[in-house]
């Protein structure tokens, strides 16, 4: 009876591979600055909120007279928006975001505009190069990529009239607000210089952006 042949010994495996597909799995998420930028984003809101003035305050209808002049209203304005500046802008934001959350289509090429500068741009490691379809692209071609791409759905669709809409909207209940609202009882000493929280961390985003350029 002839004996089976002897099997074949196992094929040593190369780790070459693995080595170079490893880097590709790293997401934008876990690197360095993307961390970093969320920290400072989510320290940045804590600070901001924690400034807010009370809305009980901001809804005082006892505080609610008719200005005198539009002098009268404009100086009540400027008032009332340095003393309730964060939630002005918490007020625009929701106007905004309720805007937006009615019309989905321009919420999802928003969402996607956004994510494109995210992870195509802002926070893409400058090496490797950018690779899509085959072709390499260069930080200002990518750059200058993204800027069509904004311009295009900002200006082509309803992404841009939505927003200045709802802006408009915003900025009216604002306004109104400030000049029917007497500042003679806010105490506008306690409150911090505009160039702190959330604003802070909007100026010292942009630098970091045009440095890439």
């Known amino acids: 009876m002839a004996s089976a042949p002897p099997a074949a010994p196992p094929l ?4 070459s591979q693995t080595s170079q597909s490893a880097p590709s799995q790293a997401t934008i998420t876990t690197t360095p600055a993307f961390r970093a930028f969320i920290s400072r984003l989510s320290d940045s809101v804590r600070h901001s909120l924690s400034l807010r003035r009370p809305w009980l305050e901001l809804l005082d209808r006892s505080s609610l007279s008719r200005p005198d002049s539009l002098s009268d209203a404009a100086a009540r304005i400027r008032k009332n928006a340095s003393y309730f500046r964060v939630n002005y802008l918490l007020l625009l934001a929701s106007v905004l975001a309720l805007s937006l959350l009615s019309h989905p289509f321009s919420l999802l090429l928003l969402l996607l505009l956004l994510s494109a500068w995210l992870f195509l741009y802002l ?4 090496e490797p190069p950018l690779v899509l379809f085959g072709r390499t692209f260069s930080d200002r071609e990518t750059l200058a990529s993204l800027v069509v791409l904004t ?6 669709t309803s992404v841009g009239s939505l927003i200045i809409s709802a802006l408009m ?11 029917f609202r007497m500042p003679e009882d806010l105490f506008l000493d306690d409150q ?3 160039s702190t929280g959330l604003l802070s961390f909007l100026g010292g985003a942009a630098p970091a952006v045009v440095s890439r350029v």
């Open 12 to 15: 040593p495996m190369s780790t």
């Open 123 to 126: 926070f893409r490691p400058s």
């Open 151 to 156: 311009v295009v759905v900002v200006f082509l």
């Open 169 to 179: 909207v915003g900025l009216a209940i604002v306004a109104a607000h400030g000049a």
């Open 192 to 194: 911090e210089p505009a």
